[in-house]
């Protein structure tokens, strides 16, 4: 058996060296080959002649010519300059050719451009920054159509009182609608990566909620520590304790509001717990509205804009 694994992987690096591109799994270079697949992602992008595509991790090129097909521009992010020299090399002397627009440089770190639709095979280490990035990204866009790893996606669109309901997709689904499209087998790559996939359809909710983002995230981040403990339960721990009385502190030195000597915050969070009628929910089984109505109880007398890692 690890013969076998042994020739294949040598019978795979010299393919890869008769192209003159040696994939770097580390750099999570895996090139989507199946057309089916791609025509799939491109058919629920459901692209008009007159959109301007973002498309992040073009590799080499394979989605990105049937792109700049249905599409007024493709605007191609990639890392690796010599994916890039493949990827222009393959729409040279073509019509398709000033329809391309290539950004060398990392996703991350570069502000995006205008686009309508963002479609993306991504390496699977950047997919939390990148969405994120993506969700805040101003002015908005119709729809991105993602390829993820499986548990990331399942993760994406997960509901309440599912197992891998996390503080991803709270977030995620406040600030946009998030559909999964379908699943990709490992063996539609190459080279192949550990993992299955899967594509995920993101729509930004426009206008997004009214809230204070930073309060927000500082809320979900408390609560998903212990995402299984009640309410109740949570916000009486030590570290929770003192990470929002600091905040209230900070809050009413700044507003110019006196603190009386027998305050007590433990009594003060409780209180407005069950004040909400939250006090013995769990998390994990919450929705968003009713995480937006504990935000709003919340911000009204113990702001949490400052909300740093909470210890478990």
């Known amino acids: 058996m690890p013969k076998e694994r042994t020739q294949r992987r040598a019978k795979l690096h010299r393919q890869a060296c008769q192209q003159g591109i040696l994939f770097r799994k580390d750099a999570g270079q895996h090139i989507l080959k199946n057309p089916l697949v791609i025509n799939g992602i491109i058919e629920k992008a459901a692209l008009s002649p007159t959109d301007v595509v973002l498309e992040v991790g073009p590799g080499t090129g394979n989605m990105t010519v049937k792109l700049l097909e249905k599409c007024k521009k493709v605007i191609a992010c990639e890392i690796d ?5 493949e990827l222009q090399k393959r729409v040279q002397g073509t019509p398709l050719a000033s329809k391309l627009q290539v950004i060398v440089g990392d996703v991350l770190k570069i502000d995006l451009p205008f686009f309508d639709v963002c479609v993306a095979n991504l390496p699977y280490q950047i997919s939390s920054p990148f969405v994120f990035k993506l969700l805040l990204h101003r002015p908005f866009f119709r729809c ?3 390829m993820f790893q499986r548990e990331f996606a399942q993760r994406l669109v997960a509901e309440p009182g599912n197992k891998l309901y996390c503080r991803l997709s709270v977030n995620t689904q406040l600030l946009a609608r998030v559909d999964h499209l379908m699943k990709v087998s490992k063996n539609n790559f190459k080279p ?6 899967s594509v995920v359809r993101i729509e930004p909710r426009n206008p997004p909620p009214p809230i204070n983002f930073k309060e927000w995230d500082g809320l979900i981040r408390v609560i998903f520590v212990r995402k299984n403990k009640t309410l109740g339960s949570s916000f009486r721990h030590k570290s929770v304790l003192e990470l929002m009385e600091k905040n209230y502190r900070l809050h009413c030195s700044y507003n110019s509001i006196s603190i009386p000597r027998d305050f007590n915050i433990k ?3 409780i209180k407005l717990l069950e004040g909400s009628k939250v006090a013995d929910k769990r998390p994990k089984d919450m929705d968003n509205d009713e ?3 504990l935000l709003e109880s919340l911000s009204q007398t113990i702001p949490l804009l400052k909300v740093t890692r909470v210890q478990r």
């Open 81 to 85: 300059p010599r994916l890039v020299a």
């Open 144 to 146: 991105a159509v993602l």
């Open 192 to 197: 192949p990566p550990k993992v299955e996939s």
């Open 267 to 269: 009594d003060k969070v």
């Open 291 to 293: 995480f937006l109505r």
